[in-house]
Structure formats: structure tokens, C-alpha cells
């Protein structure tokens, strides 16, 4: 039996540019990158140099600290660049493509007989494991700990967000497999979440050796951390895995064919994109070639290209590469002008949550938002927005509280176990204090799993 958890506090905040749902031609891309800045809590190692050639499932760079986890090319080519940062701290391996896709092959175990040791050294051997996201603190699954539990969000209720029931369309046999994988990796259950407003696709209805929830409530009722929050809650000492749809369909693939294949359907959404659309892509693709689908404008700088959602995403520009677990490019108008007399004015184009503007008459209407945040840092002091928008019995503000003084005891106590950056994504856009609360967040967890090792 299907259950039902219903979410009343949230916000959706309508932007426009919604993608139709086609799936036209995507340009080829000159290049791909691996990024290891995707990865939270990861020391990469290299183990390739500028030059080498590498097949679709090689190993390009594994963790320093956890070896035998592998970061593997998403394509076959020739790496072309290894770009480092401050402190020559790795910032991405590009590659160069070959014409045709060329993949590693690897002999993949049988299900029915196969021991969760050899599935899980399977899966680190082909690149496949940080396909998994460990909760708590976001980062990628420790292959020597069982989860109590695998959760699998089947929407996104962000803004603009792509729609999952149409990125997993007509790949029912994958999922399956993927599933069948992730029921032999955990003592527990694997949970489906679904929206309750709409009917799923029969991908997700028909995925057997799940347990299936409808979720129904605005944004961030499809995030998984909200979703495991009202499932099955973290205690200390307790850990629980996470995997996005099309990665489980990336491991039923990896497990039916033996190849590598990360290739998966991206929605181009936002204001500044003249047909939002999808388009099939392969992870780390370049987004150069995207540039033809926006709004024509006489400088760069007045669009801002983000490789995921905005409340989230990565500010890549039009010359940077699509991130390892994202599922949309939105392109929005760059906040980089000054405003007469700011929030004085009675303006009708803006969007708040108090009543600040008039956009509470219009509840339908979609906005052309840009970047900027509306006023400097100021006092952090508690005004209950944040209380508003998180449907979780965590106190945010003093959580934040707790981490900017750096009291461990009181962060645990106070829930930080529960929550990665997008869980708390909406209090940072409600934010009177303009507190950059994602980013305290992740210091927080830092700081935790630094003094927890």
C-alpha cells in the first residue's frame, strides 16, 4: 500500500522558461570534464596525465584517503587539460572526445547468485560508485558501511526543475535493474518517493522491490533529505544512501551491458533560453555549444549560466561543463545593476514571500528573476522565515547559530545530521539577514565529520 506524507510549509517559486517536453538534437561537444569539486569531502589523486587516452568508464582520479573509490571519464578521447586552482588543488580533467563513444568493457556478476561484497567491488572497479550519496553530510557512500535504507527522490519540486517522469520515460528494464542492485546493498528497504499531484510514469509504478511514497507540498517536498526526514529520520551513528533516477538507471545499464554509460536527459530552462527544451546529454558535457539556444545579448555578462537549479547550482558560464549530479542548465538575467530606491518601489515584476511587492495577488504568475539578493549582509537575527519554508522539526537559525561558534555538541543536537545544502537552499533565498546560510551549512559538516573521524 502506497503511503501519503503531506508537507504544508514550503515555498514554489515560479520562474519562467519551463522547457517543452521534445527532444531535439543536442550540439557535440568539444570537451568533457571530471570535477572533482563535485564531490563533497573529496582528495583526488590523479591517475592520468595530459596526452593519455582513456575509454568511457576508465579511471581518470580516485579519492587519496579512500583509493580504491574511482572517478572514471565519462567519454573516450584524449585528456586534454588538467586544470588546478589555488594551491594547485585539482578543479577539473577535460577530455577531449573521440568521434565515436568508445567504451571500457566489464564483466558484470550475476544478480541472483552474486554476494553484496562482489557487487559493491564491481561498482567501484567500473566508476560507478559515487553514483551514491551518503546521508549524513552529503558526501559520496563509504563502501565498507551498510545504509539501514537507499532512498530514491522520483521528482524535484525546484524551480524550473527538470521533470523526472520524463528524463526516466521509456527505461523501465534499466531502473528495474538498478533497483535490484540497490535491494542487495542494504539490510533495509529502498524507498521510492513520488509526487501525490500527478500520476508517475509507469517506469516508477511498475519498479518492483520498492516501497513507494507520495509526497504532496510545495518546494522542498522533493528533496530527498525532507523525504527521509519523514520516512525514516537519522539517528547519530546511522547512515542512509541516496541515488537520483537516472543514476539507477546508469547502474542497471552498467550491470545489463557492462559498460560505463552516464549519458542521460537535461532539461535547458530560464528566462534567457529562447526554446527551454530537453536534450540528451552524457555527464560532464561541455555547454559552449549551447550559447545558440539564448537570448541574443551584446554582452555574456548579463546572463548567468548555471549547471542546476538556482537555488543550488553552480555558476559555470556558457563555457563551462555540465555537473556530475545535475539534470538541468538554467540561464537567467545576471544581478549586476543597481536598482532606484531598491525596495521602495511598488514593483509588479518581483517575487517575495512577505508582502513586500504585490506578487501575493498574482500566485500563478511566473517571474524573470535575476541574481540579484537585494540588500547587503546585515544582523542575523530571528524573524521565522526560515521556519516557513523548512518542513522539518529542526530549529534552522539556531542550527546556524551553533556552526558560526563552532559548538559541535549543539550542532548535533539541533539536527545538522538531517540536512545538506538543499535542504536549507530556501532560507537562504528568504533571508532578511542575506546570511550566506548554504555555505555556513557545509562548514558545519565539515567541521563534523573533522571532528567525528
Known amino acids: 500500500m502506497q503511503q501519503i506524507v503531506k508537507l504544508t510549509k514550503g515555498l514554489d517559486i515560479k520562474l519562467e522558461g519551463l522547457p517543452e517536453k521534445v527532444l531535439p538534437k543536442c550540439p557535440v561537444p568539444q570537451s568533457y570534464a571530471l570535477k572533482p569539486t563535485d564531490f563533497h569531502g573529496l582528495t583526488p589523486k590523479m591517475l592520468v596525465r595530459e596526452g593519455d587516452r582513456v575509454l568511457a568508464g576508465s579511471p581518470v582520479f580516485c579519492d587519496k584517503y579512500r583509493p580504491e573509490i574511482i572517478f572514471a571519464s565519462p567519454v573516450s578521447g584524449t585528456v586534454a587539460a588538467v586544470n588546478r586552482g589555488e594551491r594547485r588543488a585539482l578543479l577539473e580533467v577535460v577530455v577531449a572526445p573521440d568521434v565515436e563513444n568508445e567504451f571500457a568493457n566489464f564483466t558484470a556478476p550475476d544478480l541472483s547468485t552474486a554476494t553484496r561484497e562482489s557487487l559493491v567491488t564491481y561498482m567501484l572497479s ?38 523526472a517522469d520524463y528524463l526516466v520515460n521509456g527505461e523501465g528494464a534499466a531502473f528495474q535493474k538498478g533497483v535490484d542492485v540497490l535491494k542487495k546493498l542494504t539490510t533495509g528497504k529502498v524507498h521510492l518517493s513520488l509526487c501525490a499531484e500527478y500520476p508517475a510514469n509507469t517506469t516508477f509504478e511498475r519498479a518492483k522491490g520498492v516501497e513507494i511514497y507520495r509526497i504532496k507540498g510545495p518546494h522542498p ?15 547519530k551513528g546511522e547512515v542512509v544512501w541516496t541515488i537520483a533516477p537516472q543514476h539507477v538507471i546508469a547502474l542497471g545499464r552498467l550491470f545489463a551491458a557492462g559498460v560505463y554509460d552516464v549519458s542521460k536527459v537535461v532539461a535547458l530552462v530560464g528566462s534567457e533560453v529562447k526554446k527551454p527544451r530537453y536534450y540528451r546529454m552524457i555527464a560532464g558535457a561541455s555547454l559552449s555549444g549551447m550559447a545558440e539556444f539564448l537570448n541574443e545579448t551584446s554582452d555574456e555578462k548579463k546572463q548567468r549560466v548555471i549547471s542546476g537549479n538556482v ?57 524573470r528573476l535575476d541574481t540579484n539578493i537585494n540588500g547587503g549582509q546585515r544582523a542575523f537575527t530571528i524573524t521565522g522565515q526560515y521556519e516557513k519554508v523548512l518542513p522539518m522539526d529542526i530549529y534552522p537559525v539556531y542550527l546556524l547559530k551553533a556552526i558560526l561558534a563552532g559548538e559541535v555538541e549543539k550542532m548535533e543536537q539541533l539536527g545538522i545530521y538531517e540536512v545538506i545544502e538543499e535542504d536549507l537552499a530556501l532560507c537562504e533565498f528568504v533571508c532578511t539577514s542575506k546570511i ?18
Not at 221 to 226: D, K, S, W
Not at 344 to 358: A, V
Not at 436 to 453: C, F, H, N, P, S
Open 311 to 367: 537555488l543550488t547550482g553552480e555558476n559555470v558560464g556558457i563555457g563551462g561543463h555540465l555537473g556530475f549530479y545535475h539534470n538541468e542548465v538554467t540561464v537567467i538575467p545576471e544581478g549586476n545593476q543597481y536598482e532606484m530606491l531598491g525596495w521602495i518601489m511598488p514593483r509588479f515584476s518581483k517575487f517575495s514571500l512577505s508582502r513586500t511587492y504585490f506578487s501575493w495577488l498574482s500566485p500563478s504568475k511566473r517571474y
Open 126 to 163: 567500473s566508476g560507478a560508485w559515487p553514483f551514491l550519496v551518503q546521508r549524513p553530510y552529503g558526501v559520496i557512500a563509504n563502501p565498507n558501511a551498510t545504509p539501514k535504507a537507499i532512498f530514491i527522490s522520483g521528482f524535484d519540486s525546484a524551480p524550473l526543475a527538470a521533470d
Open 221 to 235: 517536498a522533493g528533496n530527498v533529505g525532507v523525504q527521509i526526514h519523514h520516512i525514516a529520520p537519522i539517528c
Open 436 to 453: 550566506d546560510v548554504q555555505e555556513t551549512l557545509r562548514k558545519g559538516i565539515d567541521l563534523m565529520m573533522k571532528e567525528m573521524a
